[in-house]
């Protein structure tokens, strides 16, 4: 398996400017979760998906953030518009999502460095 | 408000000594716990966890420890190798809350040859 595939893994933009990061999760996984990583609060949670349905988004930052997923085998995260502040690497990532298995954990891709002008 | 917390952000070992790194968290309903390594321009790989119901996990050179009474965990690693150096992230979830995984905000170990 090719793992999580995240693109683009570097992303320049100017203030204002729509941003769309994509995600391609493990085929057969069932969760998927997009991530922020920053130094102040390290890997920041900002929403997950249960079988292509949002379950939780109280981690997106604002109405600026969105996040899809269409199918099973696609998600997008979506910034518009973009602002320096939201420069960070953000990650995807999947799991199996078999609810309370102890053996669950999340695979990660290789994360999209956004830096916003 | 961080439920997970690594209080130090760096830490430097020599080469074959042992590195610990500590991790807390605030919610009792965390059950099940993780440690990740992430090297720069990588994405975190899973690297050992433990379920509440023990209090230690052994892996090869990386051990896990658990104190619930503390809500405290921490990673050892003997003897450390220079191939450790990256960062690492503590992750903890609960069962009734489904599949999240709320992570602490990293500790950076060099391992010094």
């Known amino acids: 398996d090719a793992g999580v595939i995240q693109s683009p893994r570097h992303e320049v933009t100017e203030m204002g400017q729509e941003v769309t990061l994509r995600c391609k999760p493990i085929s057969g996984h069932n969760s998927l979760f997009w991530y922020r990583q920053t130094m102040m609060r390290g890997l920041e949670l900002l929403i997950y998906f249960n079988n292509n349905v949002p379950i939780d988004d109280s981690g997106m930052p604002e109405d600026r953030f969105s996040a899809k997923m269409p199918n099973a085998s696609f998600s997008t995260l979506k910034i518009q518009p973009s602002e320096p502040r939201d420069s960070a690497v953000y990650f995807c990532a999947s799991s199996l999502g078999q609810g309370s298995a102890t053996n669950e954990k999340l695979f990660f891709g290789s994360g999209t460095q956004l830096s916003v002008l | 408000d961080q439920q997970v917390k690594q209080n130090s952000p760096s830490l430097s070992v020599q080469e074959g000594r042992i590195s610990i790194l500590n991790c807390d968290y605030t919610?009792?309903?965390?059950?099940?716990f993780l440690w990740y390594k992430k090297y720069p321009a990588e994405g975190p790989t899973f690297l050992i966890s433990i379920s509440s119901i023990k209090d230690k996990n052994e892996d090869g050179r990386f051990t896990v420890f658990l104190n619930k009474s503390a809500k405290h965990l921490s990673l050892h690693i003997v003897p450390s190798q220079p191939g450790d150096s990256a960062v690492y992230f503590c992750?903890?979830?609960?069962?009734?809350?489904?599949?999240?995984?709320?992570f602490g905000t990293g500790t950076s170990l060099t391992v010094i040859p």
């Open positions: 919610n009792s309903m965390f059950d099940y």
């Open positions: 992750a903890a979830s609960a069962r009734n809350t489904g599949n999240q995984f709320y």
